[in-house]
C-alpha cells in the first residue's frame, strides 16, 4: 500500500517538473537573448510578452499543486455568482489577451448561491485555463449560468478541436492531459471535487464545435454525495 502511495507521489512530483521545465526554459531563452542581442522594440515587446506568459504558466502550475492541499470546503458564504465568474476571468484576462482569445460571459444579475468562495473561485479558474491550453491560436470562451430548480448550471463552452474520444472518460481524473500542449491534469481534478463536496457535479458536453464544461451548483449548500460521474 505504502509503495503504491510512494509511487503515485513520485508519479506527480515527475510530471509537475516535467511541465516546469518548459515554462523555465522559455525564460531563460527570452532573458539570454535580451541580454546579448540588439533588438528592435518589437522584438522586444515579442519576447518580453512570451516570458511573461511562461511565468503565468509557472504560477498556474505551483497553485494547482496547492490545491491538492486544499480539497475540503471550509468557509461557506452566500455570493453573487455574477461578481465569482467575473473574478475568475479576470484571473486569466491577461493570458487571453495574449493568446487572441475573447470571453464572453452571459451570467444573470443577483444570482446568489452558497459556496466556499475560495474553491467555487479556483474551480472556475481550472475551467478558463483548461480551455485556454487548447487555443493556443485563438478562440472564444463563453461563460454562462441559468437556474434550474434548486441548482444553477455554469457552462464553459469554448471553440478548440473539442474532447478527444480516448480522453472522455478520465477528462476529470488526475493526469488527463490530451490534446494540450503542457499542463499537470490536475485542474479539471480538483475543480470536480469542489463541485462533489458542494453537492454538485460537472460533466462535458459536446458542442458542434469545441467542448463545454457545466459544472450543477445546488443554491443551498448540500450535503456531499459520492460522484456519479
Same mark, same amino acid.
Given at each position: !500500500?505504502?509503495? $503504491?502511495?510512494?509511487?503515485? /507521489?513520485?508519479?506527480?512530483?515527475?510530471?509537475?517538473?516535467? &511541465?516546469?521545465?518548459?515554462?523555465?526554459? %522559455?525564460?531563460?531563452?527570452?532573458?539570454?537573448?535580451?541580454?546579448?542581442?540588439?533588438?528592435?522594440?518589437?522584438?522586444?515587446?515579442?519576447?518580453?510578452?512570451? !516570458?511573461? @506568459?511562461?511565468?503565468?504558466?509557472?504560477?498556474?502550475?505551483?497553485?494547482?499543486?496547492?490545491?491538492?492541499?486544499? @480539497?475540503? $470546503?471550509?468557509?461557506?458564504?452566500?455570493?453573487?455568482? +455574477? %461578481?465569482?465568474?467575473?473574478?475568475?476571468?479576470?484571473?486569466?484576462?491577461? /493570458?487571453?489577451?495574449?493568446?487572441?482569445?475573447?470571453? #464572453?460571459?452571459?451570467?444573470?444579475? +443577483?444570482? +446568489?448561491?452558497? !459556496?466556499?468562495?475560495?474553491?467555487?473561485?479556483?474551480?472556475?479558474?481550472?475551467?478558463?485555463?483548461?480551455?485556454?491550453?487548447?487555443?493556443?491560436? =485563438? =478562440?472564444?470562451?463563453? #461563460?454562462?449560468?441559468?437556474?434550474?430548480?434548486? /441548482?444553477?448550471?455554469?457552462?464553459?463552452? &469554448? $471553440?478548440?478541436?473539442?474532447?478527444?474520444?480516448?480522453?472522455? &472518460?478520465?477528462?476529470?481524473?488526475?493526469? %488527463? $492531459?490530451?490534446?494540450?500542449?503542457?499542463?499537470?491534469?490536475?485542474?479539471?481534478?480538483?475543480?470536480?471535487?469542489?463541485?462533489? &463536496?458542494? =453537492?454538485?457535479?460537472?460533466?462535458?458536453? /459536446?458542442?458542434?464545435?469545441?467542448?463545454?464544461?457545466?459544472?450543477?451548483?445546488?443554491?443551498?449548500?448540500?450535503?456531499?454525495?459520492?460522484?456519479?460521474?
Amino acid at each position: !500500500m505504502n509503495t $503504491t502511495s510512494n509511487q503515485s /507521489s513520485l508519479t506527480e512530483v515527475q510530471s509537475f517538473l516535467h &511541465d516546469l521545465r518548459n515554462p523555465l526554459s %522559455a525564460i531563460h531563452g527570452g532573458a539570454e537573448i535580451l541580454v546579448r542581442s540588439n533588438l528592435s522594440q518589437p522584438q522586444v515587446h515579442r519576447i518580453a510578452r512570451n !516570458m511573461c @506568459c511562461a511565468a503565468i504558466r509557472i504560477r498556474e502550475l505551483l497553485e494547482l499543486c496547492l490545491d491538492r492541499s486544499r @480539497c475540503r $470546503t471550509k468557509k461557506v458564504e452566500i455570493a453573487d455568482l +455574477r %461578481a465569482v465568474v467575473a473574478a475568475a476571468v479576470d484571473r486569466i484576462a491577461v /493570458s487571453a489577451e495574449f493568446q487572441a482569445v475573447q470571453i #464572453v460571459q452571459a451570467i444573470p444579475e +443577483r444570482l +446568489r448561491i452558497a !459556496m466556499d468562495l475560495n474553491r467555487i473561485h479556483r474551480a472556475l479558474v481550472n475551467l478558463l485555463v483548461n480551455a485556454l491550453e487548447v487555443m493556443p491560436q =485563438g =478562440g472564444t470562451i463563453h #461563460v454562462s449560468a441559468i437556474p434550474e430548480g434548486r /441548482s444553477v448550471l455554469i457552462r464553459v463552452r &469554448d $471553440t478548440g478541436p473539442g474532447i478527444a474520444p480516448e480522453i472522455r &472518460d478520465r477528462l476529470f481524473q488526475p493526469f %488527463a $492531459t490530451a490534446g494540450k500542449a503542457g499542463g499537470l491534469g490536475l485542474g479539471l481534478a480538483f475543480s470536480r471535487q469542489a463541485a462533489i &463536496d458542494h =453537492g454538485g457535479e460537472i460533466w462535458a458536453e /459536446s458542442p458542434s464545435r469545441g467542448a463545454c464544461l457545466v459544472i450543477r451548483l445546488p443554491r443551498t449548500l448540500a450535503k456531499p454525495r459520492a460522484a456519479s460521474r
